[in-house]
């Protein structure tokens, strides 16, 4: 089933308590606060049924239903790649790739539940034999038959972290009473993004160390269930899509949820009350959106290296070898980017499930390569614009008879039209030097995971102990001994766990294993 956009906007008419800023909102789909997002999600489900792109964002499931790509299962190389030029279609489709939680993004998070559902239920505790499992499999198809879109909220309040009781004694999330028709929480998710506009939010935990079971929620729950409330920040949009031409699109407003006393029926958990699951296995549900953010990273970056070059070329300043060279860093920013996506795909594996997933690894160091760069490039590109980043005419000024011929012959460039320099001064402008485009900086630095995060992340994992295959041709050359059954580099890390990491365990080229 393909959902339509009309649809998708009658169904955020729906009761859920939603508060922008200082004003709640009696209809999303309708108010000055957020009507601009709904309706850029309302032609993401539009653009599906267009027979034009038909072939790159539908597929045909095994009863011959058409479907958006956002549900597809990619299992070999090949089709990862079609579902990622699925996800850049959709990028270049909606804002320069200046959403960062379009549906096909949000839903992507519900991959690791329905690639292996079993250790989620057998892993609780508390749930009481509830068919956990069976509730993946079943929501998953629910969503996916009705193009639902699924929020996720992990994020739990920030606490003292001098004291080690700070998080069990937080307002996180937590269960407060289990009856026959669910589990009842309270407290709070602290930040997600686009949560207004979703028909379900995913509640999940990123573990912090003191997290008590009560707080390991893993489900889904309606964004108008009783109880309730989505307060928003205050919207940073551009009302003026002539001067903001890219601001004025609309705004995903990241969100703080609050729960009071919310009953979530147990055909909505996943899985609760097993903090040593939640360290272990529930990180691998943010690979599915490292790698969909890396992809984006890498489209944001082409961009970024496309503007810098249409400016120098209008500029004049395009031929001067220096100049060049800056040019030069800025594509190569681009191209190193995009080649953690390559490789990523090109060493992936296969999951559990069936599925094939690309190196986490590579994706991973990609997503920080990206973090450690982007902000020196924009810093080259605004520099590289001289004074046209920021001194040129508004749209009045432009149209005014006694200033515009004044104002052509200060516009003129080597290439192009006077007012086409305007143009890509405002796209820059948006994009780098606004509130809008701060908060969208702000999202690439801490989606997911901040980039401290993500390195200390990174070294947790086993690939990069000293028992681990990165460290095997060292240890080979200094003469170390194998290490023993006890040592070895996935020690305390449950099988369901690793299996979601990767299955290579040698690093060394084919050939040169092979020769040996």
Same mark, same amino acid.
């Given at each position: ?194 949560? !207004? ?8 935990? $990123? =573990?912090? &160390? *003191? ?5 390991? #929620? ?120 995009? !080649? ?8 992936? $594996? =296969?999951? &559990? *499930? ?5 190196? #986490? ?156």
């Amino acid at each position: 089933m393909l959902r339509t956009g009309e649809h998708y906007l009658k169904s955020l008419d729906d009761g859920r308590v939603v508060w922008v800023g200082n004003t709640q909102i009696d209809n999303v789909a309708t108010h000055p606060l957020t009507r601009d997002y709904a309706n850029v999600t309302a032609k993401f489900f539009d653009l599906h049924r267009r027979p034009d792109l038909q072939d790159q964002l539908t597929f045909e499931d095994e009863t011959g239903t058409r479907r958006s790509m956002m549900w597809f299962k990619h299992r070999t190389k090949e089709e990862l790649v079609r579902k990622r030029r699925y996800h850049e279609c959709i990028m270049r489709q909606f804002v320069a790739a200046s959403c960062p939680r379009t549906p096909d993004s949000q839903n992507y998070m519900l991959v690791t539940y329905i690639d292996d559902p079993e250790p989620w239920e057998t892993a609780s505790i508390g749930a009481d034999g509830r068919g956990l499992a069976d509730n993946i499999r079943n929501f998953w198809q629910y969503a996916m038959d009705r193009d639902l879109v699924v929020a996720p909220h992990f994020v739990d309040p920030q606490a003292d972290r001098s004291d080690p009781n700070a998080h069990a004694n937080s307002p996180a999330l937590r269960i407060v009473e289990t009856t026959d028709e669910g589990i009842i929480v309270n407290g709070v998710k602290s930040i997600g993004t686009a949560t !207004a506009f979703a028909d379900y939010l995913h509640l999940g935990v $990123f =573990f912090r &160390p *003191g997290a008590k079971g009560d707080q390991i #929620i893993y489900g889904v729950c309606p964004a108008n269930s009783k109880g309730i409330t989505i307060v928003c920040r205050e919207s940073v949009v551009a009302d003026d899509p002539v001067e903001h031409p890219l601001a004025s699109q609309g705004d995903e407003l990241d969100a703080t949820v609050l729960f009071d006393r919310v009953l979530i029926p147990w055909k909505y958990v996943f899985h609760i009350g097993n903090p040593d699951h939640a360290r272990l296995y529930p990180q691998r549900v943010f690979d599915w959106g490292h790698y969909y953010a890396l992809v984006r990273q890498a489209v944001r970056a082409e961009l970024l290296a496309g503007l810098a070059i249409l400016m120098c070329e209008h500029l004049g300043t395009s031929k001067i070898e220096a100049v060049q060279a800056r040019l030069a860093r800025i594509i190569g920013f681009q191209q190193s980017t995009y !080649a953690h996506v390559l490789a990523a795909e090109d060493q992936g $594996f =296969f999951t &559990p *499930g069936g599925l094939y997933k690309p190196d #986490i690894q590579l994706f991973n160091w990609g997503r920080v390569y990206f973090l450690q760069q982007f902000g020196s490039m924009v810093d080259e590109l605004i520099d590289l614009c001289g004074r046209s980043a920021v001194m040129f005419p508004t749209e009045a000024q432009w149209q005014n008879p006694q200033m515009r011929p004044w104002l052509e012959k200060l516009n003129k460039g080597a290439t192009g039209e006077p007012y086409d320099r305007i143009k890509i001064a405002r796209a820059i402008r948006d994009l780098y030097l606004t509130d809008w485009g701060s908060r969208l900086f702000m999202f690439e630095n801490f989606n997911g995971t901040p980039l401290q995060t993500l390195l200390s992340l990174t070294m947790k994992r086993a690939e990069f102990t000293g028992t681990g295959p990165f460290a095997a041709f060292a240890r080979q050359v200094v003469g170390l001994a194998e290490p023993s059954e006890q040592m070895t580099e996935y020690k305390g890390v449950a099988d369901y766990a690793k299996a979601q990491d990767s299955a290579r365990r040698d690093y060394r080229p084919a050939t040169i294993v092979a020769a040996e």
